[in-house]
């Protein structure tokens, strides 16, 4: 509705989303001005539907044919290389795509199916800025496969939106120290024992003591899902935590964890409603009566989460801050009724991979702070191979993307405690950050506190940082334009240690510091030396080989290499070795 008041000139990257269910309607006036932008050079990211416009596609590079359901197209699958290069097959439903077809574009993936393929994204280098266009809804289907093509759209997302800010991008990493991902553990349904519940077997017990204790080992806490009171009204059996006659050991366990830095959910309060035969805690809805099939009102909702934040604080002298919706069956006043309660953080599943103020079907409505999973359970069997999706697949991904990979785990056999450990290993491999679910949830917020403005200026890029207090270890990450490198960077006038990494072609410093109220960070940016393909400031035989291994190749190629490109015609040729011998020998 804003297009038309709206100066996309100033802008170094405009992204526009259209969702499969509902018709983007763009007009000519607009796309008018859509255009003017990215042929002032800036960069444009189209996803899903409202392309057809033939002065849009033009611009893209494209010819656009048509919209509809992949199974009318024969499209079940879309083939595109991820982050690390590789070539990777996803699913496609039967979701309405773009069929498309190349006017100047390169195609970057394909959809494809037993007897049609055609492009499913396109990238193309105008005179001004570049533009890419994915023919698909890309937000549908994120977490939808309990294998490694889970979080695969996240990112290709992630990787699009890299490539359409070639002038640069500073953002608010989300972990501190510079982190590349974070990693979550919590243990499910955790009762005080119980004839229903495994808890109530000294071998389950005994186990979950390993558990904590090799998590501990390793660095990392554990998050105790906790039932403040077991109850089988049925039975008449009720059990509570105080209880030292069977079920101290278990609570022992529970206070090694937060003695190791864990945390506590509130996992409801007794985690059951009704009377029947299978009304007991672990097993049963607590918010939902099915019985009647009526949601509990708000002030019994209230009832529920006052009565579990206070016998948890009060038996292990916390103050809980986390909520969890036993079974997750919950509405509106669920989350109202655990924050009228004091409760902060939400620890639940909604298909999402960032913390977010949403949740599920957008039950949260901002009142409070959910924290996703964003791994699946444990299953209790068949688990030959489980582990190698995380280790191989969701793992090294959520690395990629700056992911949170939250797992929940019920601690049901030793198979399942093999497994686990087989994917603690490999993340403790990796650059995680191991916070408890209070930490993240606090650092979240205070990182949602900082207010930042950056804008580019010359030679220089400039961040403008102001936070009410001091933020320890907060970092930025710094996406470098192409074609440049970093001279320098100053906080506040004086010069700050940044480190480097380069992924999927592009460059990108990370910059670690206490921000305290207020901080201006200056980027100061040096034209690279020309045929200096590795960055090491130097032209030297190695440059050379970088051009011979991507010699002959485009953009979209296997072996492209963005940086050998050096007089960035689009193609990697012998003009470009001829450019790399001139400046042979010559440095920064």
């Known amino acids: 509705s804003n297009i038309l008041n709206t100066d996309f000139t100033k802008y170094s990257q405009i992204v526009v989303a259209g969702h499969a269910m509902e018709l983007l309607e763009i007009n000519d006036q607009e796309a008018s001005k859509i255009v003017n932008a990215l042929k002032g050079g800036t960069d444009v990211l189209w996803i899903g539907n409202g392309i057809w416009l033939s002065n849009l596609a033009n611009n893209f590079g494209i010819k656009f044919i048509s919209h509809r359901a992949a199974s009318i197209l024969g499209i079940n699958a879309l083939e595109w290389q991820d982050l ?8 496609i439903e039967d979701e309405y795509i773009a069929e498309i077809q190349l006017n100047g574009a390169t195609a970057e993936a394909y959809f494809v199916g037993d007897k049609n393929k055609f492009p499913a994204i396109t990238s193309f280098k105008t005179a001004g800025g570049r533009a890419v266009y994915i023919g698909f809804d890309l937000f ?21 939106l890299r490539k359409t800010s070639s002038k640069g991008l500073v953002t608010l990493h989300p972990y501190p120290n510079a982190k590349r991902a974070a990693f979550s553990v919590r243990f499910e349904d955790i009762t005080p024992g119980g004839s229903q519940m495994q808890q109530n077997d000294m071998k389950w017990v005994r186990r979950f003591d390993k558990s904590v204790s090799y998590l501990a080992s390793k660095g990392i806490p554990s998050n105790i899902a906790l039932v403040s009171i077991y109850a089988y009204p049925f039975a008449n059996e009720y059990h509570y935590w ?12 529970v206070e090694k964890a937060m ?4 945390s506590i959910i509130a996992h409801g309060y007794t985690h059951q409603n009704g009377n029947g035969r299978d009304d007991f805690s672990g097993d049963d809805n607590e918010m939902y009566d099915e019985d009647v099939r009526r949601w509990l009102t708000l002030s019994e909702q209230v009832q529920k989460t006052d009565a579990a934040k206070s016998l948890i604080s009060k038996e292990f002298k916390i103050d809980v801050k986390s909520w969890e919706t036993p079974h997750y069956l919950s509405n509106a006043d669920t989350y109202i009724a655990a924050k009228m309660s004091g409760f902060s953080f939400v620890s639940e599943s909604d298909t999402k991979i ?56 019920h601690n049901t056999n030793e198979e399942q405690f093999t497994s686990l450990t087989e994917v603690v290993e490999e993340a403790t ?8 679910i209070d930490e993240y ?11 930042m403005n950056s804008s580019i200026d010359g030679n220089k890029i400039i961040a403008y940082l102001k936070y009410p207090g001091t933020l320890k270890n907060l970092t930025l990450k710094v996406r470098i334009p192409n074609g440049e490198n970093i001279g320098n960077i100053l906080k506040d006038g004086n010069p700050i240690d940044f480190t480097k990494e380069s992924v999927d072609g592009i460059d990108y410093a990370y910059l670690v510091f206490d921000l305290n109220q207020l901080s201006t960070i200056e980027i100061f940016l040096d034209s690279p030396l020309q045929g200096d393909i590795t960055h090491n400031c130097v032209v030297d035989i ?14 979209g190629n296997v072996n492209w290499n963005p940086n050998a490109d050096v007089n960035e015609d689009g193609v990697i040729n012998i003009i470009d070795l001829v450019m790399v011998g001139e400046n042979f020998g010559k440095r920064c």
């Open 140 to 160: 549908s289907f994120w977490k939808q496969y309990n294998d490694e093509k889970t979080w695969n759209r996240v990112e290709m997302f992630v990787k699009y």
């Open 259 to 262: 003695d190791s830095g864990g």
């Open 242 to 253: 105080n209880e030292t006659r069977w079920n101290g050991e278990l609570r022992a366990v």
């Open 84 to 91: 690390t290069g590789n070539n990777v097959s996803m699913l």
């Open 441 to 451: 949830g606090s650092y979240m917020e205070n990182l949602r506190k900082v207010q």
């Open 354 to 409: 960032f913390p977010n103020y949403y949740g599920y079907l957008n039950k949260l409505n901002g009142t409070l702070l959910m924290i996703p999973e964003t791994a699946f359970n444990f299953p209790e069997d068949n688990l030959a191979g489980f582990s190698d999706r995380y280790t191989k697949g969701t793992l090294p991904r959520m690395e990629r993307i700056n992911g949170n990979f939250f797992i929940f785990y």
């Open 429 to 436: 491999k990796r650059d995680f950050w191991f916070p408890n």
């Open 542 to 555: 190695n440059d050379l080989v970088a051009v011979a291994l991507a010699f002959g190749s485009k953009e």
